[in-house]
């Protein structure tokens, strides 16, 4: 699976966006790309994956550039209960298992 | 989401003692469950792959005999810690995906926090 690279840490105010970086230079055509987040003490939690083509959900948007070298994760309105530790990770899908990297702390503050 | 449920949620142990954490899934049926370990401050660490009805497959480094899983059912995996020791307290997480037909999402449960005194 490819490796990704993520800023160690991020702030962002309450009520603005968050834009999470990741880089996947290496990353396979048949790979998608992952986000998940662990809230202090918690399982990890899926948040939204994608291939090629940008993606939206509920929770965020997931931007994928053209030569899908890096991606981003969007929160459109910040909360305090967003502040965790984000994951980003590359794998085929069916391969199954996640191999999770040090992440990126995003705190967000009042 | 699909949701996976484990139990317990934390357990505290005497040195030398076995302990056994369950990990089901809810609202779906999971072919394949995975074992992750969490020390403070560190990133999730695959232990094992855990598949209905064989064997499990384990990460380098892992031992078999001190981290016994069993998947018996579709919707249940186990995890013993045997003769447990203080160095083995963590953050124990599983996962599951479930059979076909999805881009492999896994969902994850609570995790249990194990303490060995």
């Known amino acids: 699976d490819a490796k990704t690279t993520q800023p160690p840490s991020m702030d962002c105010a309450e009520g603005r966006a968050a834009n999470l970086p990741c880089n996947h230079s290496?990353?396979?055509?048949?790979?998608?790309v992952y986000w998940y987040r662990q809230i202090h003490s918690q399982g990890p939690q899926y948040i939204i994956h994608?291939?090629?083509n940008n993606e939206t959900n509920e929770m965020a948007s997931l931007i994928i550039t053209e030569d899908r070298k890096s991606s981003t994760l969007i929160l459109p309105h910040a909360t305090l209960r967003d502040t965790a530790v984000y994951y980003c990770?590359?794998?085929?899908?069916?391969?199954?298992?996640?191999?999770f990297g040090q992440g990126t702390i995003l705190t967000v503050h009042p | 989401g699909a949701v996976v449920s484990q139990h317990p949620s934390w357990v505290i142990c005497k040195s030398g003692t076995s302990v056994k954490i369950e990990c089901r899934s809810l609202?779906?049926?999971?072919?394949?469950m995975f074992w992750y370990r969490q020390f403070p401050k560190q990133s999730l660490m695959l232990m094992a792959t855990?598949?209905?009805?064989?064997?499990?497959?384990?990460e380098q480094g892992v031992e078999k005999d001190k981290f016994l899983i069993n998947h018996a059912s579709l919707t249940l995996s186990t995890l013993t810690v045997t003769s447990a020791h203080p160095e083995d307290s963590s953050f124990y997480i599983c996962?599951?995906?479930?059979?076909?037909?999805?881009?492999?999402?896994?969902?994850f449960g609570e995790g249990s926090r194990l303490t060995v005194l």
């Open positions: 990770i590359v794998r085929v899908a069916s391969r199954g298992k996640l191999t």
């Open positions: 994608g291939l090629k």
């Open positions: 609202d779906f049926q999971a072919t394949t």
């Open positions: 996962s599951a995906s479930g059979s076909g037909g999805n881009t492999g999402e896994l969902f």
């Open positions: 855990s598949n209905e009805g064989s064997k499990a497959t384990y």
């Open positions: 290496t990353i396979s055509g048949n790979e998608y």
